[in-house]
């Protein structure tokens, strides 16, 4: 038994129905995938791999990098999907902290990876976004049969990385019941069927595009338009193609900017989709004059996928994230005493059920912080529940900041900062903006007499961590804001630079 493989993956084998529908034109079939998938299981077995070991792959988004993944679910091996923009320096935390046993990576990137890779005791395999590479390659002269190993509901399947308090990541350990039960509830939650194609344009190294997307496209034995990154003119192209789209609120802002996507282009659409950041009051009500259709918002984050979302059918409501899902508590609790409170007002959101994680990879202390012993997961969101039951997300208790659907823990950026010649201290935070939900600010202070290069700190940045983590904007300040303890005061500052990039 294999639960998450034999539903998502085995249950299609044999099956000539379109899958993936490629930027080429190419259609893969569900059972070309599954032959593919195959031959990759092989290759991980042959490297050495058993159950349980963990692979981390850092690769461009490819139909090869998602039969990786339906690899690793049939050989029992731990997935560990990297953002593409994380450097060498971070790659090395993740590799060395999971015990990955073999890592797979861009070819261009094999020079400098492979000495990093092979001193923390692991091997290496590529694999390119135009799907050639070592992996693919050993692949070609595998057989199209493998024994999937046996695994539990409660075997881990992945671990996705996601920011720590003190600028180092935690792995989230997710089992195979966590993924499965979450694309069970979303595909009945959402109506999904096999006739629905999936506009699918999102990255697939994190939860929005490989845990929601794919998974629930998988159970539900439809296809996906398998696109390697967001590009307006494609989607625009190929949208009368789909009958759903999953997407953050950049995808929805910038074809809301285009002419071309109106009504007639989207009348044949079934639902849309947003996630990841908060989408603006503003964008649902421009979304649903220009097409007739209301945009569901949902809310969930890495350690338990989905929590709520919007009804599929009844009111979708600007501004909050709807109901939570079949299965899933939530409660609002207060922050100091973990007491619940009533119904309107805002305290922390607790989440609880099948979907939630199992904790954090070796990080005891972390997991009994955050998860209670009763099984509440404690969110870090600061929200509020109407009477209708409706959830509406206010804040983060946790400086995290959501950046186009990314996670940016500030402590990590300031690291970098504070080490920088003429810089005293920093405080980085999350200011709105029109297309990313919000973007990075950092508010530095020159250390005394000494006046800190604003693009010496810039270059600093990008050669430490992944762009997406760059701040956009750097403000020089005599002095941080704190309160009569000592500890800086990031509401005055977010409410001072707020807006920063009001236009966008």
């Known amino acids: 038994m294999n639960p998450l493989y034999d539903r998502l993956f085995g249950a299609h084998e044999g099956k000539s129905t379109p899958f993936l529908l490629l930027p080429s034109g190419r259609v893969l079939t569900h059972d070309d995938f599954l032959r593919m998938a195959v031959r990759f299981a092989h290759v991980l077995s042959d490297a050495g791999l058993r159950p349980g070991d963990r ?89 199209e049969t493998f024994p999937t190993a046996e695994r539990s509901a409660d075997d881990l399947a992945a671990f996705l990385y996601t920011s720590g308090t003190t600028g180092r990541s935690k ?52 296809a996906m338009i398998f696109l390697p990154k967001f590009d307006l003119d494609t989607i625009i192209a190929r949208l009368p193609e789909a009958t759903t789209m999953m997407g953050v609120p950049t995808f929805y802002t910038r074809l809301l900017d285009d002419d071309r996507f109106n009504r ?41 996928n989905m929590n709520t979302s919007n009804p599929y059918e009844g009111e979708r409501r600007a501004g909050t994230v709807g109901f939570p899902l079949p299965g899933v508590e939530l409660k609002v609790t207060d922050p100091d005493t973990g007491a619940e409170l009533p119904r309107g007002e805002v305290g922390q959101i607790e989440v609880r059920g099948p979907n939630v994680f199992k904790g954090y990879w070796q990080m005891p202390e972390k997991t009994a912080a ?33 950046s186009g659907g990314y996670n940016i823990y500030p402590k990590e950026i300031e690291l970098v900062l504070d080490d920088q010649p003429g810089v005293m201290e920093s405080a980085v935070i999350g200011v709105p903006h029109k297309d990313f939900g919000e973007t990075v600010l950092a508010v530095v202070v020159a250390g005394a007499g000494s006046a800190p290069d604003l693009d010496q700190l ?42 920063a990039f009001a236009e966008g």
């Not at 029992?76 to 890592?103: C, H, K, M, Q, W």
């Not at 979303?186 to 999102?202: K, S």
């Not at 989408?279 to 918002?297: N, V, W």
């Open 264 to 304: 007639d282009l989207t009348q044949h659409m079934r639902l849309f989709i947003s996630g990841s950041a908060p989408l603006l009051a503003e964008t649902h009500i421009r979304f649903e004059e220009r097409t007739g259709h209301r945009i569901l918002e949902r809310y969930g984050m890495t350690e338990t």
């Open 370 to 402: 955050e998860l209670r012993a009763d099984g509440f997961f404690i969110t870090g969101d600061l929200g509020v529940q109407d009477d209708e039951g409706y959830v509406t997300i206010v804040g983060r208790n946790k400086d995290l900041i959501i």
């Open 171 to 222: 792995g989230a350990m997710l089992t195979q019941a966590n993924l499965l039960s979450n694309a069970e509830t979303l595909v009945e939650y959402w109506r999904y069927t096999p006739d629905d194609v999936l506009m699918h344009a999102l990255p697939i190294f994190h939860t929005h595009g490989l845990f929601v997307a794919s998974n629930v496209t998988l159970l539900a034995g439809g």
């Open 55 to 143: 692979l981390a792959a850092q690769v461009e988004k490819s139909a090869q990098a998602l039969a990786l993944y339906a690899a690793c679910v049939q050989a029992g091996v731990v997935f560990l999907p990297l953002n593409t923009a994380y450097t060498r320096d971070e790659l090395a935390y993740f590799i060395e902290n999971s015990g990955a046993r073999l890592v797979v990576a861009d070819n261009a990137k094999e020079a400098d990876l492979r000495p990093m890779v092979e001193g923390l005791d692991a091997r290496m395999l590529t694999l390119n976004g135009d799907g050639t590479g070592s992996l693919p390659e050993a692949a070609d002269r595998q057989a």
């Open 458 to 499: 810039q270059s600093a940045c990008a050669k430490q961590l992944a762009r997406f983590k760059h701040p956009r904007k750097i403000v020089l300040v005599d002095a941080l804001p704190r309160n009569t303890m000592g500890k800086v005061q990031k509401n005055l500052l977010r409410d001072e630079y707020q807006n």
